[in-house]
């Protein structure tokens, strides 16, 4: 992804706010959708700018890797581009699909990395919520915890860390996890409430918590 490198004094704009919390999340307009079907310029730029940050929100909560993150943004609106005239499902739709693209994107990344002999994908993961690299899950749970929380995220499964991403840092609903991540609303629920139990067992049983 070194190509989408000479886009990020652009893209870096798109992150600007990354990291807050407690706002609504990203709403794409149908018209804009519908541009995006035709791939209308104008549409395409509306839907970056609506669709940018949370989508590499939720990508640096699961990869504590800014730069990782950022290119897998970049390359997920290439894709936009090639796919746009398939979409269907109006801007419910293309978030959906935004979503799916890059959480497989960022799969497909860290299986290169690992086979490159690179830090394991769990290590990756610590590495940058130890450096700083909250997301807003980590703040919503634990206020000014955010050290502890983010020792505690990483003894939680896969599964649970990819749906409290999903749901804190890029304000999914359970219905959007589930159609982005192929499970019943019902396990997508399950996960969450499983995940936020772990937390507050280990947040509990930790004496500097």
Same mark, same amino acid.
């Given at each position: 992804?070194?190509?989408?490198?000479?886009? /990020? @004094?652009?893209?870096?704009?798109?992150?600007?706010?990354?990291?807050?919390?407690?706002?609504? =999340?990203?709403? +794409?307009?149908?018209?804009?959708? $519908?541009?995006?079907?035709? %791939?209308?310029?104008?549409? +395409?730029?509306?839907?970056?700018?609506?669709?940018?940050?949370?989508?590499? /929100?939720?990508?640096?909560?699961?990869?504590?890797?800014?730069? +990782?993150?950022?290119?897998?943004?970049?390359?997920?609106?290439?894709?936009?581009?090639?796919?746009?005239?398939?979409?269907?499902?109006?801007?419910?739709?293309? /978030?959906?699909?935004?979503?799916?693209?890059?959480?497989?994107?960022?799969?497909?990344?860290?299986?290169?990395?690992?086979? %490159? =002999?690179?830090?394991?994908?769990?290590?990756?993961?610590?590495?940058?919520?130890? $450096?700083?690299?909250? =997301?807003?899950?980590?703040?919503?749970?634990?206020?000014? %915890?955010?050290?502890?929380?983010?020792?505690? !995220?990483?003894?939680?499964?896969?599964?649970?860390?990819?749906? +409290?991403?999903?749901?804190?840092?890029?304000?999914?609903?359970?219905?959007?996890? @589930?159609?982005?991540?192929?499970?019943?609303? =019902?396990?997508?629920?399950? !996960?969450?409430?499983?995940?936020?139990?772990?937390?507050?067992?280990?947040?509990?049983?930790?004496?500097?918590?």
């Amino acid at each position: 992804m070194n190509a989408q490198r000479r886009n /990020r @004094a652009t893209s870096g704009r798109a992150f600007a706010g990354v990291g807050a919390c407690g706002h609504a =999340g990203p709403v +794409l307009p149908d018209d804009v959708a $519908a541009g995006i079907s035709a %791939r209308d310029p104008d549409a +395409l730029a509306r839907c970056y700018e609506v669709m940018a940050t949370p989508l590499y /929100r939720f990508l640096l909560s699961r990869s504590g890797n800014p730069t +990782l993150a950022e290119d897998v943004v970049e390359a997920t609106f290439l894709e936009l581009v090639e796919y746009a005239p398939a979409l269907r499902g109006g801007a419910d739709g293309v /978030r959906a699909w935004l979503f799916r693209a890059a959480r497989n994107n960022l799969i497909d990344e860290q299986r290169k990395t690992s086979r %490159r =002999g690179d830090l394991p994908l769990d290590e990756q993961r610590a590495a940058g919520r130890a $450096a700083g690299e909250a =997301g807003p899950e980590q703040r919503f749970l634990a206020g000014e %915890r955010d050290a502890a929380v983010r020792v505690a !995220l990483v003894q939680l499964s896969d599964d649970q860390q990819e749906v +409290l991403a999903l749901r804190f840092a890029a304000e999914m609903t359970s219905r959007e996890i @589930a159609d982005i991540t192929g499970r019943t609303v =019902g396990a997508v629920k399950a !996960l969450q409430h499983r995940g936020l139990a772990s937390l507050e067992r280990i947040l509990s049983a930790d004496p500097d918590g």
